[in-house]
């Protein structure tokens, strides 16, 4: 039997198979689904990431027979299991409309020394060079994961620096197995259309992003008075044989892109772009308080607005989320844990006011947060039980406490 947790604002959680909850909704209901699921790369030897859900067609069949038609899903996944979702949700009967990406300067290497594997394999020991001392990852030991003595943990350990010794690890010395992650791929992908748009908007109430609540703000006059152009331009690329004239730019902010940055990817493509204007604050995306379904607002300051990164939404990366994104119960954390404030222009793209998302995976609830913060209800799903308290307890905060 699941059971269905009620919380306010129109957010219901099932504790149990994702697929249940799916199937007992009535077809047609949602309007769209924002969803982390699992990657399928094995995180940290983790059992919910290795189950081969994302994969699954019939999954995702669940997933389209619960949205109307025009209806999107908007769903991470990881750069090398990216394809592998997007075929299955294809497979669905989706049609794939785009690829969002965010991009983060703050990934952490997970790779393997070659040089060092090849030493181990032959069973030389390695020559010292040195020592360091591992900070620990800000999360206890035993019931979350990682270690640190500020939450409970073990105390930081010394380890040893050290060089590789044989002939055969010297040759491989510099040399490793992956490259550093720096982004997550979004599918998004739309469930065909009853019709043309218009009369799919009409009958359904979906099938369009919501360009406007989600447009890049200008950083300020300067930045404006580059984008807007002073006369009107004709567009004519001798295709249709006809040309057409492109209208005044007056709208407040930037058409959006299927490009989001956090902050240090957002430094590296200004200073790549020729701007070392000094930074007054880290620039962040955020939800200014009564912003409601209004424009974005940026929570940084610029000296110089002509750095590339004005075109790009920027969301904060966290490889350790804040304790008031993350919460933990009785030592229990959840490992992978979006921004709410990028949870929150996801469901604002695709989602109309008064909305019904559906989350097969709930996680520690950053999408369901998102969902009261943007005013739309949720159906959702979770069926870890250690999860369940981080949700209990991250739904019982003041929304609009410590996020931005």
Same mark, same amino acid.
């Given at each position: 039997?699941?059971?269905?947790?009620?919380?306010?604002?129109?957010?219901?959680?099932?504790?149990?198979?994702?697929?249940?909850?799916?199937?007992?909704?009535?077809?047609?209901?949602?309007?769209?689904?924002?969803?982390?699921?699992?990657?399928?790369?094995?995180?940290?030897?983790?059992?919910?990431?290795?189950?081969?859900?994302?994969?699954?067609?019939?999954?995702?069949?669940?997933?389209?027979?619960?949205?109307?038609?025009?209806?999107?899903?908007?769903?991470?996944?990881?750069?090398? /299991?990216?394809?592998?979702?997007?075929?299955?949700?294809?497979?669905?009967?989706?049609?794939?409309?785009?690829?969002?990406?965010?991009?983060?300067?703050?990934?952490?290497?997970?790779?393997?020394?070659?040089?060092?594997?090849?030493?181990?394999?032959?069973?030389?020991?390695?020559?010292?060079?040195?020592?360091?001392?591992?900070?620990?990852?800000?999360?206890?030991?035993?019931?979350?994961?990682?270690?640190?003595?500020?939450?409970?943990?073990?105390?930081?350990?010394?380890?040893?620096?050290?060089?590789?010794?044989?002939?055969?690890?010297?040759?491989?010395?510099?040399?490793?197995?992956?490259?550093?992650?720096?982004?997550?791929?979004?599918? !998004?992908?739309?469930?065909?259309?009853?019709?043309?748009?218009?009369?799919?908007?009409?009958?359904?109430?979906?099938?369009?992003?919501?360009?406007?609540?989600?447009?890049?703000?200008?950083?300020?006059?300067?930045?404006?008075?580059?984008?807007?152009?002073?006369?009107?331009?004709?567009?004519?690329?001798?295709?249709?044989?006809?040309?057409?004239?492109?209208?005044?730019?007056?709208?407040?902010?930037?058409?959006?892109?299927?490009?989001?940055?956090?902050?240090?990817?957002?430094?590296?493509?200004?200073?790549?772009?020729?701007?070392?204007?000094?930074?007054?604050?880290?620039?962040?995306?955020?939800?200014?308080?009564?912003?409601?379904?209004?424009?974005?607002?940026?929570?940084?300051?610029?000296?110089?607005?002509?750095?590339?990164?004005?075109?790009?939404?920027?969301?904060?990366?966290?490889?350790?989320?804040?304790?008031?994104?993350?919460?933990?119960?009785?030592?229990?954390?959840?490992?992978?844990?979006?921004?709410?404030?990028?949870?929150?222009?996801?469901?604002?793209?695709?989602?109309?006011?008064?909305?019904?998302?559906?989350?097969?995976?709930?996680?520690?609830?950053?999408?369901?947060?998102?969902?009261?913060?943007?005013?739309?209800?949720?159906?959702?799903?979770?069926?870890?039980?250690?999860?369940?308290?981080?949700?209990?307890?991250?739904?019982?905060?003041?929304?609009? /406490?410590? !996020?931005?």
């Amino acid at each position: 039997m699941t059971d269905i947790i009620e919380f306010d604002h129109g957010i219901r959680l099932s504790h149990g198979d994702c697929r249940d909850m799916l199937a007992g909704l009535p077809e047609g209901c949602a309007d769209a689904c924002v969803t982390d699921p699992p990657y399928e790369i094995n995180f940290m030897n983790r059992a919910f990431d290795r189950t081969g859900i994302a994969f699954d067609p019939e999954f995702w069949r669940l997933v389209y027979r619960a949205l109307k038609p025009g209806g999107h899903v908007l769903a991470f996944s990881a750069s090398r /299991t990216y394809h592998r979702m997007a075929c299955a949700v294809e497979d669905a009967g989706f049609e794939i409309r785009d690829q969002i990406d965010w991009i983060y300067g703050s990934g952490m290497p997970h790779g393997s020394d070659a040089a060092r594997l090849v030493d181990d394999r032959l069973g030389v020991e390695r020559r010292v060079t040195g020592t360091y001392t591992t900070r620990g990852t800000g999360y206890r030991s035993g019931g979350g994961f990682g270690v640190s003595a500020t939450n409970g943990g073990d105390a930081p350990r010394e380890w040893d620096v050290t060089e590789a010794t044989s002939d055969e690890a010297k040759r491989w010395d510099g040399w490793n197995t992956a490259l550093k992650p720096a982004h997550e791929p979004i599918v !998004l992908a739309r469930k065909p259309l009853d019709g043309c748009l218009a009369d799919n908007l009409k009958d359904h109430g979906c099938g369009a992003l919501h360009v406007d609540a989600c447009r890049v703000p200008f950083r300020g006059e300067d930045d404006r008075a580059k984008a807007v152009p002073g006369t009107v331009r004709v567009r004519d690329n001798k295709v249709y044989n006809r040309a057409r004239p492109s209208p005044p730019y007056d709208a407040d902010a930037r058409f959006p892109p299927d490009v989001l940055l956090d902050p240090a990817a957002a430094d590296v493509l200004d200073a790549q772009s020729g701007v070392t204007a000094s930074r007054k604050g880290r620039p962040r995306a955020s939800i200014k308080p009564g912003a409601g379904w209004g424009m974005t607002h940026t929570g940084s300051e610029y000296d110089d607005a002509g750095g590339a990164s004005r075109f790009f939404p920027v969301f904060r990366y966290e490889a350790k989320a804040p304790s008031s994104e993350r919460p933990q119960v009785d030592g229990v954390l959840h490992p992978t844990v979006k921004p709410v404030a990028l949870m929150r222009w996801l469901v604002r793209l695709a989602v109309p006011r008064d909305g019904l998302v559906v989350e097969p995976f709930a996680g520690s609830s950053a999408t369901l947060q998102a969902c009261v913060m943007e005013g739309v209800r949720c159906e959702a799903a979770e069926m870890d039980a250690d999860y369940i308290r981080l949700i209990r307890e991250r739904m019982g905060r003041d929304m609009q /406490t410590g !996020l931005f």
